[in-house]
């Protein structure tokens, strides 16, 4: 079994114990595939991975070909630190520009032009990029940076930019949580007995990383250069779960998406 990583510290307490509960379990048949969301969004569409979380606009946009593991999410309720757009004017000042998105998300994106086309309705334009925040804006006004590149960039950055959150401003505009990524299984690899089984590791890795942040802060926070303390508020400040509101945000996301025609 191929299992995507998204290789970013807001997984790390997922996958610590994930990892721990396979091996107690004699799943040796498994192997973890590392990538940004949208390499492991690609590597599912390419039958490369057989479960994971992976991007919501993946499933949204291929949700045939996948079997949801329901109960888990990565999402944020209101603000998600690690989900940033770094201006150097206010926000209402970019009218008709260009900015900047990380190469990395397809749902963090898709994500930023809701919020400045539809909630702001500022007909930016986005180009794809991979530069550093400080080479990017010598250039453009602004620019979307996610995961640790982000989070990093929000501790350092100090007064000098406008940092908006975009979880924050998702749930202030609709009253929802904001749901990044899903886990799935490519649907013919998982059928009920191998889905019944894969989601009650998870559930269990799941409950033990939220009663576990302080120690898994003391091995992580060296590795991330970013603070032990840092790293508790940003893993309490994310939701691991999927319920009714969140499907609700899906739902909404969609009609959002089916717009943008994505």
């Known amino acids: 079994m191929k299992i995507g990583k998204i290789n970013f510290t807001n997984l790390f307490p997922i996958f610590y114990y994930l990892e721990k509960e396979l091996a107690l379990n004699n799943k040796t048949d498994y192997e973890f595939i590392e990538g940004t969301p949208s390499e492991i969004n690609r590597l ?99 620019y979307l940076l996610i995961g640790d590149e982000a989070l990093s960039e929000v501790c350092s950055i100090g007064s000098s930019l406008y940092v908006y959150d975009l979880g924050r401003v998702w749930y202030e505009k609709t009253g929802l949580p904001f749901v990044f990524a899903l ?43 970013l603070s032990k303390e840092t790293l508790i508020d940003y893993w309490s400040t994310i939701s691991y779960d999927l319920d009714k509101k969140h499907y609700a945000s899906i739902e909404l996301f969609k009609k959002f998406l089916a717009k943008m025609l994505i």
């Open 44 to 142: 599912f569409r390419d039958g490369l991975v057989d479960v994971g979380p992976a991007s919501c606009v993946e499933y949204i946009r291929n949700a045939p070909n996948y079997t949801l593991i329901d109960g888990h999410s990565i999402s944020c309720i209101g603000a998600i630190k690690s989900i940033m757009f770094f201006s150097t004017v206010e926000i209402k000042r970019l009218k008709g520009a260009s900015v900047l998105v990380t190469a990395k998300s397809e749902t963090s994106v898709a994500l930023l032009k809701i919020v400045l086309n539809d909630f702001y309705g500022l007909e930016v334009k986005t180009v794809v990029s991979s530069c550093s925040l400080r080479e990017g804006l010598a250039k453009y006004p602004a």
């Open 183 to 225: 886990w799935f299984g490519r649907r013919e690899i998982f059928v009920e007995d191998a889905l019944i089984e894969f989601k009650g590791l998870l559930d269990i890795a799941r409950e033990k990383a939220r009663s576990n942040f302080e120690y898994l802060a003391n091995l992580c926070a060296e590795q991330v250069g």
